[in-house]
């Protein structure tokens, strides 16, 4: 495993592209999502997508901190919602910021895992929101595009960093 460097918005263009559809579910990915959850854990972060660590791959590593522990979900797709809530939100490649977005508050993801497997699973509150962040992230879409507020003065950054 290695840590890989985490890509800063407004110094690469690699954040706002599209990532392509994984077929080989072989050992080079394996070795990608190992350094991704490397990467973000030890960046205190609570998720991380494959263009952050400048690879246009449909890749995203989530761990909230509950039981679900490390979640690795390749290609991964929201498939229902439910609710909204309008919460703050951070991100490893935007640092010193923090504002609201408005997300479901229930979520539901239809992924595959490293061995190329198909699963689903739900989540709610900050792993819903998590899920959301990651994936609008394969899509070259970030948090500050669907900011209600801009609330960095009022919340420090004390972990939760997607
Ligand atoms: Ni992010």
Known sequence: MAKRKITILDQDEI????????????????ELLDDMAETMYDANGAGLAAPQVSVLK???????????GLIEMINPEIIATEGS????ESCLSVPGR???????TKVTVRAQDRNGET???TGEG????????????LDGVLYV????EDVSDRYRMVGGQD
């Open 85 to 88: 809530e309008i919460a703050p």
């Open 145 to 148: 595009d669907k900011m209600v």
């Open 15 to 30: 954040l706002r592209k599209h990532c392509r559809v994984v077929t080989k579910f072989d050992g080079r990915l394996w």
């Open 58 to 68: 449909r890749v995203v590593v989530i761990d909230v901190n509950d039981d679900h």
């Open 119 to 121: 699963f689903e699973i």
């Open 98 to 104: 923090c504002c609201t977005v408005d997300r479901p």
């Open 126 to 137: 900050f792993l819903a929101k998590a899920m959301c962040h990651e994936i609008d992230h």
